[in-house]
């Protein structure tokens, strides 16, 4: 029973490119949530997806980033033009439901190096 | 502006005895509190939690105290294992007005237990 998967792992773009970074919920959870870390600070609120929607994205850069959960398949979170600034730990977290006895589940995450 | 301070970036701790580690927060619209462990180049994993409306909650070596009125809570790890070294991130949860709960992260805490 396979947890929370984020490929690739590890992901290394020029300034410029498209990230592209895909997250499989947990068997059953319907909800995904996307945080991001930069060096040396907490997780960050980015998205939160269910099913064809999107629920919140209060923590979105505004420009050249966005996010997904298609019917079919994993969520998607693609940052166009990519600045080094964007280099940084991302990690989706699903839960089956709203509640908070829930938890979420973490994936073990994709590292993003833009040089 | 953090909204979850946890102020110790380390702490070291001999093998047996307890470890405490610290986290304050400054939103008062937090009712829901949670501990992730987290090792490197991992995702964080669900450690314990505990609702406002309670001041202790254990499950095992580990047990979390809120103080509501000092907006403050603590993780109790006891006795202190060498397997327990990871980085210990305190969050809170928030109901947002998109109807999705957000969690608030600190930035970690790095706990050596030393054999």
């Known amino acids: 029973n396979a947890g929370v998967m984020q490929n690739p792992r590890h992901l290394v773009r020029r300034r410029g490119q498209e990230a592209r970074l895909r997250c499989s919920p947990m068997?059953?959870?319907?909800?995904v949530y996307w945080y991001r870390q930069l060096p040396e600070e907490g997780l960050k609120f980015m998205v939160y997806?269910?099913?064809?929607?999107?629920?919140?994205e209060s923590g979105m850069p505004k420009e050249r980033f966005s996010a997904e959960f298609p019917k079919e398949g994993p969520s998607i979170l693609r940052i166009q033009q990519v600045v080094r600034g964007d280099s940084a730990a991302y990690f989706c977290?699903?839960?089956?439901?709203?509640?908070?006895?829930?938890?979420?589940?973490f994936g073990s995450g994709t590292r993003l190096t833009v040089v | 502006d953090q909204q979850v301070k946890q102020n110790s970036p380390s702490l070291s701790v001999q093998e047996g005895r307890i470890s405490i580690l610290n986290c304050d927060y400054t939103?008062?619209?937090?009712?829901?509190f949670l501990w992730y462990k987290k090792y490197p180049a991992e995702g964080p994993t669900f450690l314990i939690s505990?609702?406002?409306?309670?001041d202790k909650n254990e499950d095992g070596r580990f047990t979390v105290f809120l103080n509501k009125s000092a907006k403050h809570l603590s993780l109790h790890i006891v006795p202190s294992q060498p397997g327990d070294s990871a980085v210990y991130f305190c969050?809170?949860?928030?109901?947002?007005?998109?109807?999705?709960?957000?969690?608030?992260f600190g930035k970690g805490t790095k706990l050596s237990v030393i054999p």
């Open positions: 977290a699903s839960s089956p439901g709203l509640g908070r006895d829930d938890g979420y589940t």
């Open positions: 068997k059953g959870h319907s909800h």
């Open positions: 997806l269910q099913k064809e929607n999107i629920i919140d």
């Open positions: 939103n008062s619209m937090f009712d829901y």
């Open positions: 505990i609702s406002s409306i309670k």
């Open positions: 969050a809170a949860l928030q109901s947002s007005g998109a109807g999705s709960y957000q969690l608030t």
